[in-house]
C-alpha cells in the first residue's frame, strides 16, 4: 500500500509539473474578444478543405502510415497532437512522438529498475516520463519558434507596408515578405501565398495561418485585413500601426519578463532544493536515504511531499506568468 501510494504521488507530481512547464495558451478573455472581432468580419471558411490544401499544410496526419494510425486510435486526441507537432515547423508525426514516448519510458523504467528501485515504484515514474519528456520538447520547440516569429513579424509588416505603398498588390506582396524575410516568418508567408495560388481566398489563408499558429500577434493582422477589405481605407498606414503596437508589446514583454525574472529564479531554487539535498544526502551516506525506498512510512511521507510539492511549483509556475 506504501509503494502505491509513493507511487501514485509521482506520478500526479509529474502530472503538475507537465502542466506547470506545458506551452502557455490564449486567455479566456483575448480568445472572445479575438472572437468576436472574426465574428464581425465576414470570412470564407465555411469551405471544405480540400486534400491538396490539407497536404500544403504541412501536418502530420494520422493516416500516413500504420504506425500514425495506431496510435491515432489509441491517442484521445491525435488531431490536436497533429497539430501541436505541426506548429514546432519540424516534421514530426504521430507515429514518431508515439515511440518516443514509448522509448523514454520504457528506458527510464529500466534505468529505475536498475537503480534497486521496485517495480510498482518504476514503473508509474517510467511512464509520467515517458509522457512528460517529449512533451516537454514539443512545447519547447513551439515556443521558441514562435517566438522567433513575433520577434520578426513587425519587421515583415514594415516590408508589407512598403511593398503596398510603392503600388504592389497585396497577394504579391505577402509573396516578396514570404521570399525575403527568413525563419518562421518567412515560412508561413509562403505557405499562405501557396494557398492562394491553389485557389484559397485570402482570408481563408491567413485564417488558417492564424489558426495553427495561435498567437494574437498575427490574428490581429489577419482581423486587421479583413476588416480593410470589408470596409476600405489605407491599408498600409494600419498595417504601419499594427507594426508600431506590436513592438510595443513586445518591449511590454521583455519588460515584465526582466521584472519576474526574480520569482522566476527563486521558483527555480525552491524546487531544485530539495533534489539537490536528496542527492548530496544520498552520496554522504546512502543506508540512511535508502529507507526512503524500504519504510513504508517514509514512502508515505516522501510521495505526499512531492504531490505537495509538485502543486506548489504547479501554483508559482502560474502566478509568475503575465498575460498582455
Same mark, same amino acid.
Not at 527568413?182 to 501557396?194: I, K, L, Q, T, Y
Not at 485585413?225 to 498600409?236: D, K, P, S, V, W
Given at each position: 500500500m506504501a509503494t502505491l501510494i509513493l507511487a501514485g504521488g509521482?506520478?500526479?507530481?509529474?502530472v503538475l509539473v507537465m502542466a506547470a512547464l506545458s506551452a502557455p495558451k490564449t486567455s479566456r478573455s483575448q480568445s472572445r474578444q479575438l472572437a468576436g472581432l472574426r465574428g464581425r468580419v465576414a470570412f470564407d471558411l465555411d469551405k471544405p478543405v480540400s486534400p491538396m490544401v490539407a497536404a500544403s499544410r504541412g501536418?502530420?496526419?494520422?493516416?500516413? #502510415?500504420?504506425? /500514425?494510425?495506431?496510435? %491515432?486510435?489509441?491517442?484521445?486526441?491525435?488531431?490536436?497532437? =497533429?497539430?501541436?507537432?505541426?506548429? #514546432?515547423?519540424? /516534421?514530426?508525426?504521430? %507515429?514518431?512522438?508515439?515511440?518516443?514516448?514509448?522509448?523514454? =519510458?520504457?528506458?527510464?523504467?529500466?534505468l529505475l529498475v536498475m537503480l534497486h528501485l521496485s517495480l510498482l515504484l518504476a514503473l508509474p515514474m517510467g511512464v509520467g516520463l515517458g509522457l512528460l519528456v517529449p512533451h516537454m520538447v514539443v512545447s519547447k520547440t513551439i515556443s521558441r519558434r514562435t517566438n522567433r516569429f513575433i520577434t520578426r513579424f513587425p519587421d515583415a509588416i514594415e516590408l508589407l507596408v512598403r511593398g503596398l505603398r510603392s503600388?504592389?498588390?497585396?497577394?504579391?506582396?505577402?509573396?516578396?515578405?514570404?521570399?525575403?524575410?527568413?525563419?518562421?516568418?518567412?515560412?508561413?508567408?509562403?505557405?499562405?501565398?501557396?494557398?492562394?495560388?491553389i485557389g484559397r481566398t485570402m482570408d481563408n489563408a491567413l485564417q488558417e495561418t492564424a489558426d495553427r499558429l495561435e498567437t494574437p500577434e498575427f490574428q490581429f493582422f489577419v482581423i486587421a485585413?479583413?476588416?480593410?477589405?470589408?470596409?476600405?481605407?489605407?491599408?498600409?498606414e494600419t498595417l504601419s500601426n499594427l507594426a508600431e503596437v506590436l513592438r510595443k508589446r513586445a518591449q511590454m514583454k521583455l519588460k515584465i519578463k526582466a521584472m519576474s525574472s526574480e520569482s522566476k529564479a527563486s521558483a527555480y531554487i525552491i524546487g531544485a532544493l530539495?533534489?539537490?539535498?536528496?542527492?548530496?544526502?544520498?552520496?554522504?551516506?546512502?543506508?540512511?536515504?535508502?529507507?526512503?525506498?524500504?519504510?513504508?512510512?517514509?514512502?508515505?511521507i516522501g510521495g505526499g511531499g512531492l504531490l505537495w510539492m509538485g502543486l506548489g511549483v504547479f501554483i508559482m509556475s502560474r502566478m509568475i506568468n503575465f498575460e498582455i
Open positions: 509521482v506520478f500526479l507530481t509529474l501536418i502530420a496526419l494520422a493516416s500516413d #502510415t500504420r504506425v /500514425d494510425q495506431m496510435f %491515432g486510435r489509441l491517442l484521445p486526441n491525435p488531431e490536436k497532437l =497533429a497539430k501541436r507537432l505541426d506548429r #514546432t515547423g519540424r /516534421d514530426w508525426t504521430l %507515429g514518431q512522438y508515439g515511440i518516443a514516448c514509448g522509448v523514454v =519510458a520504457l528506458g527510464m523504467t529500466i503600388g504592389l498588390p497585396i497577394s504579391e506582396t505577402m509573396s516578396v515578405v514570404g521570399q525575403e524575410v527568413p525563419g518562421p516568418v518567412g515560412e508561413e508567408f509562403r505557405a499562405v501565398s501557396d494557398r492562394m495560388r485585413i479583413a476588416i480593410q477589405r470589408e470596409t476600405g481605407g489605407n491599408l498600409a530539495p533534489f539537490i539535498v536528496f542527492g548530496l544526502i544520498w552520496m554522504i551516506n546512502p543506508p540512511y536515504m535508502a529507507k526512503f525506498f524500504v519504510d513504508p512510512r517514509l514512502m508515505i
